[in-house]
């Protein structure tokens, strides 16, 4: 049987149609790739809000819709509507979309709908170790016995190693820096890709670690006159705030990269950064450590607060953070892309065969060089290299700068 299940309707509009027979207590099965989600059919109650999904019916012969509000339930994708329909009632499911969808007011709002599209292009963790069940699991096959939470255990581990490294995971956000000059670290973050400003023609601008100019002190006790650290009545260390915190957020860039050289406590700038209308950044930059060369400002890992800490120049820029996660945030409904299914199989098999005593050398070595193989596939295959790319790419370095 074919893959999709959907029809066009369903995957792009987000919508699915009945038509009602007369009578109550009429149920009505959608068939959605997206799971609907219910909290209430009252748009007066809280959990109405949970719900990803709304719910229209038209007369026979009626062209516009209203939205249904009178009671229902929903278990397991099927709608059961308790009060009496007419005959030939159109019933519409629509789920929440980013414009609002095409019945009623056009206010279902949310993003159920974009949430499904590009779905066909993964598969979830789920479906991963039920495929292997049946495919490696049995007599006869290469794994005669095998527990689904061993599969699932080393299922979770193969999509952590490949999230890594391998698979496209890179996740990002938009955030604005406060006059606090930090941002909390993302739930599922596992390590930072890059982190950016975004400037008003929406072109990023990288922003670098300030990992050889300051520091976020893990512990900052207190200390007394001997410089003992001083304790509080529950006997633990009392923790005060960071001064080299503090004075990282107050400190002049244009003196660290080498735009002034003056201490500007002691002199007056303007606003071209000119003191006395002298431009002073001019020759400057000679012997600069190409480090701290950096006109985009700074940002530090803050691991006692579990924020990223900004210097002072970005408050109030806009930034995208680009960050891996392990691909484990959401359980078995994590997503995998299909070219790198195979090398996930890959994984999980030699996993299990050497986890196990007893079991023939040769066998786990063979397994081990699959699981390399398939693994280099699947590194290849989500590179995305395209020969037109590499082309435009050769071009520009053929270029000849004439004066």
Same mark, same amino acid.
């Given at each position: 049987?074919g893959?999709?299940?959907e029809?066009?309707?369903?995957? &792009?509009?987000?919508?699915?149609k009945?038509?009602?027979?007369?009578?109550?207590?009429?149920?009505?099965?959608?068939?959605?790739?997206t799971?609907?989600?219910?909290?209430?059919?009252?748009?007066?109650?809280t959990?109405?809000?949970?719900?990803?999904?709304?719910l229209?019916?038209?007369?026979?012969?009626?062209?516009?819709?209203?939205?249904?509000?009178?009671? &229902?339930?929903?278990?397991?994708?099927?709608i059961?509507?308790?009060?009496?329909?007419?005959a030939?009632?159109?019933?519409?499911?629509?789920?929440?979309?980013?414009?609002?969808?095409?019945?009623?007011?056009?206010?279902?709002?949310?993003?159920?709908?974009?949430?499904?599209?590009?779905?066909?292009?993964?598969?979830?963790?789920?479906?991963?170790?039920?495929?292997?069940q049946?495919?490696?699991?049995?007599?006869?096959?290469?794994? #005669?016995?095998?527990?689904?939470?061993?599969?699932?255990?080393?299922?979770?581990?193969?999509?952590?190693?490949?999230? &890594?490294?391998?698979?496209?995971?890179?996740?990002?956000?938009?955030l604005?820096? #406060? $006059?606090?000059?930090?941002?909390v670290? #993302?739930?599922d973050?596992?390590?930072?890709?890059?982190?950016?400003?975004?400037?008003?023609m929406?072109?990023?601008?990288?922003?670098?670690?300030?990992?050889n100019?300051?520091?976020?002190?893990?512990?900052?006790?207190?200390? /007394?006159d001997?410089?003992? #650290?001083?304790? /509080?009545?529950?006997?633990?260390?009392?923790? !005060?705030?960071?001064?080299?915190?503090?004075?990282w957020?107050?400190?002049?860039?244009?003196l660290?990269?080498?735009?002034?050289?003056?201490?500007?406590?002691?002199?007056?700038f303007?606003?071209?950064?000119?003191?006395d !209308?002298?431009?002073?950044?001019?020759?400057?930059? &000679?012997?600069? /450590?190409?480090?701290?060369?950096?006109?985009?400002g700074?940002?530090?890992?803050?691991?006692?607060?579990?924020?990223?800490?900004?210097?002072n /120049?970005?408050?109030?820029?806009l930034?995208?953070?680009?960050?891996?996660?392990?691909?484990?945030?959401?359980?078995?409904?994590?997503?995998? $892309?299909?070219?790198?299914?195979?090398?996930?199989?890959?994984?999980?098999?030699?996993?299990?065969?050497?986890?196990?005593?007893?079991?023939?050398?040769?066998?786990?070595?063979?397994?081990k060089q699959?699981?390399?193989?398939?693994?280099?596939?699947a590194?290849?295959?989500?590179?995305?290299?395209?020969?037109?790319e590499?082309?435009?790419?050769m071009?520009?370095?053929?270029?000849?700068?004439k004066?």
């Amino acid at each position: 049987m074919g893959l999709i299940t959907e029809s066009n309707q369903q995957y &792009y509009a987000g919508s699915q149609k009945f038509l009602s027979s007369a009578g109550a207590g009429q149920t009505f099965t959608t068939t959605f790739d997206t799971d609907l989600v219910f909290g209430s059919n009252d748009p007066l109650q809280t959990n109405y809000a949970l719900n990803n999904f709304k719910l229209y019916t038209a007369l026979p012969g009626v062209l516009t819709y209203t939205e249904y509000i009178l009671p &229902y339930t929903v278990a397991n994708n099927i709608i059961t509507i308790n009060g009496n329909l007419t005959a030939n009632t159109s019933i519409v499911v629509q789920l929440k979309s980013l414009n609002g969808g095409q019945y009623g007011n056009r206010d279902a709002f949310g993003q159920a709908v974009e949430d499904n599209y590009d779905s066909y292009s993964y598969i979830k963790l789920n479906d991963v170790i039920n495929n292997f069940q049946v495919a490696y699991v049995g007599t006869g096959k290469l794994i #005669p016995s095998c527990k689904r939470t061993d599969i699932i255990f080393h299922a979770k581990r193969g999509l952590q190693e490949f999230s &890594y490294d391998t698979l496209n995971s890179v996740k990002s956000q938009e955030l604005n820096i #406060p $006059p606090s000059l930090s941002v909390v670290i #993302p739930q599922d973050y596992v390590n930072y890709v890059k982190m950016s400003w975004i400037d008003n023609m929406g072109i990023k601008r990288p922003i670098y670690p300030a990992n050889n100019l300051t520091i976020n002190p893990y512990s900052t006790p207190l200390q /007394d006159d001997l410089g003992t #650290p001083t304790q /509080d009545n529950f006997g633990e260390n009392t923790e !005060g705030t960071s001064i080299t915190e503090e004075r990282w957020s107050k400190a002049n860039d244009n003196l660290i990269n080498g735009r002034d050289i003056i201490d500007d406590s002691a002199f007056a700038f303007d606003a071209y950064g000119r003191f006395d !209308g002298v431009d002073r950044s001019l020759g400057q930059q &000679y012997g600069i /450590d190409p480090q701290y060369a950096n006109m985009n400002g700074w940002f530090t890992i803050n691991h006692r607060e579990g924020k990223f800490s900004f210097s002072n /120049d970005l408050v109030d820029k806009l930034i995208v953070l680009e960050y891996i996660s392990d691909g484990l945030a959401y359980d078995l409904e994590t997503k995998i $892309p299909k070219m790198a299914e195979e090398a996930l199989y890959a994984h999980i098999s030699h996993a299990i065969i050497a986890s196990r005593i007893n079991q023939p050398e040769y066998i786990v070595r063979r397994l081990k060089q699959e699981r390399s193989s398939k693994l280099r596939n699947a590194k290849i295959r989500l590179s995305n290299i395209k020969l037109d790319e590499i082309v435009q790419t050769m071009r520009g370095k053929s270029k000849w700068i004439k004066h």
